[in-house]
C-alpha cells in the first residue's frame, strides 16, 4: 500500500506547489505538505512574505486534503521517504511519531528563537504535541467542540438555552424545533464514516455518558450499558430530529445544512464559527448563540483537536524549516493574517495562542464565540476523558496506532445503524469484537 501511496505523492508533489522547482544556487528549497483547508490556504498566500524576508529560501506547497494529506504523509513519514521538509499533522500522530525516532525534537530550536514565546500557546495544546516534556510539533490552530443554535428560533419557541447544557436537554429542544420532515430539522449531527467524522462528535457523547473504549486491562467496553445508551441516544436523536441522509453527512454536509438555516441547532467543531458567521457562506451569520458542548456525567465533554508543523528525522533541511514553521506559527503572523485585507480577523487561526484572544480586534469579530473556544480547549482532558479509568490518552480517539482502523471500522457500524440498516446492539456487538481484537495485542 506504501508503494502505492508514494507513487501518487510523488506525482501531486511534481504538480503542486509555490515557488520555483528548479535548484538555485545558494538557494534552499523546503517541501510542505499542508491539509488544504481555508486557513492553511491563507498561509499559502502570505507565504511569498516570507521568502521575500528570507531570500535564501523558497517554499514549494504539497496542498492535499484531509483524507489525502493523512495519508500521504504518514506513508512517507513511517517509511522515511524523505520527501517533506514540513508536514501538517495533529496531538493525534505527534506524541506517537515522536516515540517511534521519526520527528525532529523542536525544543532546541523554540529555545533558540528570540520572541517565539512557547508558553503562550494554550496549555493543553502544548501539552498535546509534546513527548517526554519536548515539543515535537508546533500548532497552526486548534479546535475543541461546542453547539451552535439559532438564537431566533430559540427565542421564537420560548426556550433558554442554558449556560452548560446537558444531552437530555439538547434531544428535548431539538424535538420542539423540528418542523418535520422536508422541513426545518432540530439538529445536525455527524453521521458519515470515519473515525474523524462520526466518531469525533460520538466519542464526546459516549465519554460524558460515562462510556469508554477499554478499561485500564485493555478489555473492550463498547458494549457496557454506558456505551449502549449513549449511542442509542445519538443515534435516535439523528435519526428522529436530525437532517435528511444524516448517515453520509459530514462536517462539510453540516455546516450546509446549518448556514443555509435547514437545522436549528448543530454540534460540531469550534473552527465553524468562522464559517457560520461569514456572511457570504452562511444566511444565518448574525443570528447564532454558542453554549459547551453537552454534558451528562461529565463536568466538560469538548475534544481537543490541533493542526500542527513538524519536521520528518530524514529532512535534511531542518534549520530553513524552522525558520518557515516559527514564522506560520508565531504571533506575529496572527497579527499578519488578521490585517490582512483578503483574510481579515475572522479567519485567523485560532486556538493555537492565548494572546490571539487578547487581541482587540479579534474580541471584537468573535466576541459571541472566541471565549468558548478558549474555555473549551482549556477545559478538555485527554488523560481522563471519561468518568472511568483508562489506560490510552485522548478525549474523540483513541491515541494508539490501531485506532486509524478501528475507529473507522466501528464508524462503519455506527453508520449503519443510523442508516436503519442494523439495529444498535448489532453495532455495537461487531464492534466489540474489532476492539477485542485490538485490547488483545495490548494485554499481551
Given at each position: 500500500?506504501f508503494?502505492?501511496l508514494?507513487?501518487s505523492?510523488?506525482?501531486?508533489a511534481g504538480c503542486?506547489g509555490?515557488g520555483a522547482?528548479g535548484?538555485e ?12 483547508n481555508?486557513q492553511m ?6 507565504s511569498?512574505q ?5 531570500p535564501?529560501?523558497r517554499l514549494?506547497f504539497?496542498s492535499l486534503?484531509?483524507n ?13 521517504g524523505g520527501e ?6 495533529s ?6 511519531w515522536?516515540?517511534?525516532?521519526w520527528?525532529?525534537?523542536?525544543q ?6 528570540p ?5 503562550d500557546f ?6 498535546s504535541l ?7 510539533s508546533?500548532?497552526?490552530y486548534?479546535e475543541s ?7 431566533d428560533?430559540?427565542?421564537?419557541a420560548?426556550i433558554?438555552?442554558p ?12 424535538a420542539r ?5 422536508g422541513?426545518?430539522r432540530g439538529?445536525?449531527?455527524?453521521g458519515?464514516?470515519g473515525?474523524?467524522?462520526v ?6 457523547v459516549?465519554?460524558?455518558f ?6 485500564p486491562q485493555?478489555?473492550?467496553q463498547?458494549t457496557?450499558?454506558?456505551?449502549r445508551q449513549?449511542?442509542q441516544?445519538y443515534?435516535d436523536?439523528v435519526?428522529?430530529h ?5 448517515s453520509?453527512?459530514g462536517f462539510s454536509?453540516?455546516?450546509t ?5 435547514q ?10 464559527a468562522?464559517?457560520v458567521e461569514?456572511?457570504?457562506e ?6 447564532i ?5 453537552p ?18 528525522e530524514t529532512s ?6 524552522w ?10 503572523y496572527?497579527?499578519?493574517a488578521?490585517n490582512?485585507?483578503?483574510?481579515g480577523?475572522?479567519s485567523?487561526?485560532p486556538g493555537?495562542?492565548?494572546?490571539t484572544y ?12 472566541g ?6 480547549l482549556?477545559r ?13 490518552q485522548g478525549?474523540?480517539?483513541v491515541?494508539?496506532?490501531e ?9 462503519q457500524?455506527?453508520s449503519?445503524?443510523i ?5 444498535v ?5 461487531q464492534?466489540q469484537n474489532?476492539?477485542?481484537t485490538?485490547?488483545?495485542s495490548?494485554?499481551?
Open positions: 500500500m508503494g502505492a508514494l507513487a505523492l510523488a506525482l501531486v503542486s509555490a522547482l535548484a544556487e545558494g538557494v534552499e528549497t523546503v517541501t510542505v505538505a499542508i491539509v488544504s481555508p490556504e491563507d498561509a499559502i498566500t502570505l511569498p516570507f521568502e521575500a524576508e528570507n535564501g529560501i514549494r504539497v486534503s484531509e489525502e494529506a493523512r495519508a500521504k504523509i504518514t506513508a512517507s513519514v513511517a517509511t522515511g517533506f521538509d514540513i508536514v501538517m499533522i496531538n493525534y500522530e505527534t506524541p506517537q515522536a516515540q517511534n525516532g520527528l525532529t525534537n523542536l532546541p530550536y523554540i529555545d533558540a528563537t520572541g517565539y514565546d512557547a508558553a494554550i496549555p493543553t495544546v502544548r501539552d509534546s513527548f517526554q516534556g519536548s515539543m515535537y508546533v500548532p497552526f486548534g467542540s461546542f453547539l451552535m443554535y439559532r438564537k428560533l430559540f427565542q421564537q420560548g433558554q438555552m449556560a452548560q447544557p446537558t444531552w437530555p436537554q439538547v434531544a428535548e429542544f431539538a424545533l423540528d418542523q418535520g420532515e422541513q426545518r439538529i445536525c449531527l455527524r458519515k464514516p473515525w474523524g467524522e466518531m469525533a462528535p460520538l466519542d464526546t459516549i465519554n460524558t460515562g462510556g469508554r473504549w477499554f478499561d485493555w478489555r473492550a463498547l457496557s450499558p454506558e456505551v449513549a449511542v441516544f443515534v436523536l435519526r428522529q436530525g437532517e435528511p441522509g444524516a453520509q453527512a454536509e453540516c455546516a445544512q446549518f448556514g443555509q438555516g437545522v436549528a441547532m448543530w454540534y460540531d467543531a469550534t473552527s465553524a468562522g464559517t461569514d456572511p457570504a452562511s444566511t444565518v451569520a448574525g443570528q448563540g454558542y453554549a459547551p458542548a454534558v451528562v456525567a461529565t463536568p466538560a465533554s469538548g475534544w481537543l483537536y490541533s493542526w500542527s508543523l513538524a519536521i520528518p535534511p533541511r531542518k534549520d530553513a524549516a525558520k518557515f514553521m516559527s514564522w506560520m506559527t508565531n504571533k506575529q496572527i497579527e499578519r488578521g490582512d485585507p483578503e483574510i480577523w475572522t485567523v487561526p493555537s495562542r492565548q494572546s487578547d487581541i482587540p480586534q479579534y474580541q471584537q469579530v468573535s466576541g459571541a464565540y471565549p468558548l473556544i478558549l474555555q473549551g482549556q478538555a482532558n485527554p488523560q481522563q476523558p471519561t468518568v472511568q479509568p483508562v489506560p490510552y478525549v474523540q480517539f491515541r494508539i496506532p485506532f486509524q482502523d478501528l475507529g473507522t471500522r466501528v464508524s457500524q455506527v449503519a445503524a442508516a436503519g440498516q442494523i439495529t446492539d448489532e453495532a455495537l456487538e464492534s474489532y476492539a477485542e485490538v485490547g488483545e495490548y494485554q499481551r
